[in-house]
């Protein structure tokens, strides 16, 4: 197994995972990678980070298609996290004069992971020298777990910053330019909005320490999916720097279930009442579509809008799980409204603004709800709902950009 460079002196050495469909809920159509890589000194070789289990055979053996495994005398723990670290001992195994160093709470990690594993930690003021080139420390603690840890190479200005910057991205192509910008781009904000989201005052800071520290980096290397390099380096700290902001546009995202079909009409006739008011809309089935994607559109959107009929006094189990999901990510700074249908009892509506109060969104709307199947009547009046909702969704947010 090959690998690959990415950058003078520093290749890739991780594994592809082709096959992964679920990351802890979310739903990854396009795999992952578990990147690890080989860093060249003249006194002495470093890897930063490891694999998941399963893929160490083929670290090792891209490794061996640089170096024997067991000249390399470093191994850096950026995160202590399974997909990154389970296969810490494996890889020591084959590199048995590697010195390991992590962030302090990475140390007490890899104890805990590794049936008390003793491993030096690293801070902020640490510099370890590989012969002509150093590695540099940056703890990044809830970025996105409290061992969390970046690794810079000055010398050929490339950041290795474990989870940030990443995407679950299986590819045989290993740089965001050759997988294509915009699928690169669209992966990398589908990880924000279903891993960083809850954490973006943290992203922020530390997104502000890279560039305190005076590090500019070429090449930004994480540990899934595909390596920034030249302008998109820029354009993915831009991006960044756009999400942690909180910034929204004029967008409205409507996702809902249907038993017998109502609800997904009362969904439509809404949809076409917000794009009618100017502004931008999806509408997605939970039973057809990825959690994880509705998630990536919210990101930049002011409003959700959600649909259920109404099944044993509540709303439909794969609305109840979204809302589960969406609880931990906490996408507060929000508008959200309800709607649905019901037969001989309602709650649907009731059940989805009780638990959306715990997410932190706003609710200043009415619910929209209507018995058996919509008339004409109905849709025509659930447009016209979807209108008012359009037209708080442009007022939302001006007062306080006129700040």
């Known amino acids: 197994m090959r690998a690959i460079p990415v950058s003078d002196g520093i290749w890739w050495v991780g594994g592809i995972d082709w096959n992964l469909r679920?990351?802890?809920g979310y739903e990854t159509p396009r795999?992952?990678?578990y990147n690890a890589y080989l860093v060249r000194g003249e006194d002495t070789w470093a890897l930063v980070?490891?694999?998941?289990?399963?893929?160490?055979?083929?670290?090792?053996?891209?490794?061996?298609?640089v170096v024997d495994p067991a000249q390399v005398g470093l191994i850096v723990v950026n995160h202590v996290e399974p997909d990154h670290n389970s296969g810490l001992q494996d890889v020591m195994a084959a590199m048995p004069h590697a010195r390991v160093v992590a962030s302090g709470s990475g140390v007490k990690g890899v104890a805990e992971y590794h049936d008390g594993l003793v491993v030096d930690a690293v801070g902020s003021d640490d510099v370890i020298d590989l012969g002509g080139r150093t590695l540099r420390f940056m703890p990044a603690p809830m970025v996105h777990w409290p061992d969390s840890m970046f690794t810079y190479c000055p010398e050929v200005e490339t950041l290795m910053p474990n989870d940030a910057f990443g995407q679950h991205l299986a590819s045989s192509a290993r740089f965001a330019d050759e997988v294509g910008r915009d699928l690169a781009f669209t992966e990398l904000g589908t990880y924000y909005?279903?891993?960083?989201?809850?954490?973006?005052?943290?992203?922020?800071?530390?997104?502000d320490k890279i560039a305190e520290a005076g590090w500019e980096p070429e090449v930004i290397a994480p540990s899934h999916g595909v390596v920034w390099r030249g302008s998109d380096v820029g354009a993915?700290?831009?991006?960044?720097?756009q999400w942690t902001s909180g910034a929204k546009r004029d967008k409205a995202v409507i996702a809902y279930s249907t038993m017998w079909g109502s609800t997904n009409l009362l969904a439509h006739a809404i949809a076409d009442g917000v794009a009618a008011g100017g502004v931008e809309v999806r509408l997605y089935d939970l039973a057809v579509t990825p959690g994880s994607l509705i998630t990536y559109e919210l990101l930049e959107s002011k409003a959700l809008l959600l649909g259920s009929p109404t099944l044993h006094h509540g709303m439909l189990y794969r609305l109840a799980g979204y809302l589960q999901y969406l609880e931990g990510l906490k996408p507060a700074g929000r508008l959200a409204a309800f709607f649905g249908?019901?037969?001989?009892?309602?709650?649907?509506?009731k059940q989805m603004r009780e638990r959306v109060s715990q997410i932190g969104l706003e609710?200043?709307?009415?619910?929209?709800?209507v018995k058996f199947k919509p008339t004409a009547e109905d849709l025509a009046a659930a447009e016209a709902w979807g209108g008012t909702i359009a037209e708080a969704i442009k007022a939302f947010g001006q007062d306080d950009a006129a700040r």
């Not at 609710?363 to 709800?369: I, K, L, V």
């Open 193 to 207: 909005a279903n891993i960083l989201l809850p954490i973006s005052a943290q992203v922020s800071k530390m997104v």
């Open 22 to 24: 679920d990351f802890h």
């Open 363 to 369: 609710t200043p709307f009415e619910d929209f709800t």
């Open 31 to 33: 795999g992952t990678t």
């Open 236 to 241: 993915a700290i831009a991006a960044y720097r």
């Open 49 to 65: 980070d490891t694999v998941k289990t399963p893929f160490v055979y083929e670290l090792l053996s891209r490794v061996s298609h």
């Open 341 to 349: 249908s019901y037969g001989w009892g309602g709650g649907a509506v």
